[in-house]
T-cell receptor, first 109, second 112 residues
Framework: GQQLNQSPQSMFIQEGEDVSMNCTSS?????WLWYKQDPGEGPVLLIA?????ELTSNGRLTAQFGITRKDSFLNISASIPSDVGIYFC?????????FGTGTRLQVFP | NAGVTQTPKFQVLKTGQSMTLQCAQD?????MSWYRQDPGMGLRLIHY???????DQGEVPNGYNVSRSTTEDFPLRLLSAAPSQTSVYFC???????????FGPGTRLTVT
């Protein structure tokens, strides 16, 4: 089946630093989504990308839909303590959403 | 607008018991789905539905049944619980499968 490789698996950064994470796939996707999950909660949608090459921002978050449609990137600028959590990428195929394994982000003051 | 709601929040079952995890949404979404989340595995699709009366299998459907009699509700049934079904279960919904999905708060299930 389709698989998404998400990296890095975890990140430990200092408050104020920028963060980058990415997702790659062996298959083409029509839509890329980025979610954040806080402990004990369901994933919350951060950014949705619908077109190859699209670059979209949501506050300090910026995400890009790769030109090949097989990858996507998420950047967080000037990290703050509440950015802590697990970030998931998800690719929308024919009729299903496929999730990456997540990037666990820790932010130290 | 409550969004996606799930009950119960926590459940402990003995091996062989059956139970139903409830999911409801009040956004008039056609597409609903169930995922399980295990450590290091991300979210894996169990079953999904593109509308009332229509369901289909996802990546890990064995041991689970679903039905969709109304647009609002999409219950997940475990017919005979097994320890391998210990997991956190999330329900999600969207306008259709092309759009972003919204998740419920999850049900943490332990099977002993």
């Amino acid at each position: 089946g389709q698989q998404l490789n998400q990296s890095p698996q975890s990140m430990f950064i200092q408050e104020g630093e920028d963060v980058s994470m990415n997702c790659t796939s062996s298959s083409i996707f029509n839509t890329w989504l980025w979610y954040k999950q806080d402990p004990g909660e369901g994933p919350v949608l951060l950014i949705a990308l619908y077109k190859a090459g699209e670059l979209t921002s949501n506050g300090r978050l910026t995400a890009q839909f790769g030109i090949t449609r097989k990858d996507s990137f998420l950047n967080i600028s000037a990290s703050i303590p509440s950015d802590v959590g697990i970030y998931f990428c998800a690719g929308q195929g024919t009729d299903k959403l496929i999730f990456g394994t997540g990037t666990r982000l820790q932010v130290f003051p | 607008n409550a969004g996606v709601t799930q009950t119960p929040k926590f459940q402990v079952l003995k091996t062989g018991q059956s139970m139903t995890l409830q999911c409801a949404q009040d956004m008039n979404h056609e597409y609903m789905s169930w995922y399980r989340q295990d450590p290091g595995m991300g979210l894996r699709l169990i079953h999904y539905s593109v509308g009332a009366g229509i369901t289909d299998q996802g990546e890990v459907p064995n041991g689970y049944n679903v039905s969709r009699s109304t647009t609002e509700d999409f219950p997940l049934r475990l017919l005979s619980a097994a320890p391998s079904q210990t997991s956190v279960y999330f329900c999600a919904s969207s306008f259709d499968h092309y759009y972003e999905q919204y998740f419920g708060p999850g049900t943490r299930l332990t099977v002993t």
